[in-house]
């Protein structure tokens, strides 16, 4: 699992932000290939659920995609209880043999909870409203942990936060993609 766990770690910034009123998901649009910018412009955040959720991944895109796809399912089995769909689809990640080779964190948000979703069957709610993934999301999360209490604005926040990891880690750029859900 030590192995897997620096392929997904390295190369994106995912934040999610929660203020009283909104919950913000961001995500820089650097897919790197070792030392190479493959793409800038990617989309690595989304609705799903009826656009009820957002969701972000770090990591191999067509796991990220099966694993929103199978949170998906859970919900519709699970409707408006994201916290129970996600620890079904933690519990499926961990114990199914297809599934735990998938290489993926998954930041997911609805109106009430923040999770993120790991592959060693981990369903996490952060503190402090803010959480985030991938190779700048130390530097993001440590920006949004110091500006929560001086930014109402969760957009803007995670904007803030989002530019000074791009400013730092060589993976993330600022052409970031923002979903916003007031709470």
């Not at 079904?88 to 979703?117: C, G, M, N, P, S």
């Not at 993001?140 to 989002?162: F, N, S, W």
């Not at 970031?176 to 859900?181: A, C, K, L, R, S």
Request: charged share 25%.
């Amino acid at each position: 699992m030590e192995n897997q766990n620096t392929a997904f770690w390295h190369g994106t910034t995912i934040l999610a932000v929660r203020t009283p009123r909104q919950v913000a998901l961001l995500s820089d649009g650097q897919v790197s290939m070792g030392q190479t910018i493959m793409k800038g412009n990617a989309r690595k955040v989304r609705r799903i659920g009826n656009g009820d959720i957002l969701a972000g991944f770090a990591g191999a895109t067509a796991d990220a995609f099966t694993l929103f796809e199978r949170l998906e399912q859970k919900l519709e089995r699970f409707p408006g209880q994201l916290q129970r769909a996600a620890v079904e689809l933690a519990k499926d990640w961990r114990t199914e043999k297809y599934l735990q080779k998938l290489e993926a964190l998954l930041i997911v948000a609805d109106r009430d909870t923040t999770l993120v979703i790991t592959g060693a069957g981990d369903v996490l709610e952060p503190e402090h409203g803010v959480v985030a993934i991938g190779s700048g999301g130390n530097y993001a999360l440590a920006a949004a942990r110091a500006l929560i209490g001086y930014e109402t604005d969760a957009e803007a926040l995670g904007r803030k936060a989002m530019g000074i990891a791009a400013d730092i880690c060589v993976y993330t750029n600022d052409n970031f993609t923002v979903e916003v859900m007031d709470v």
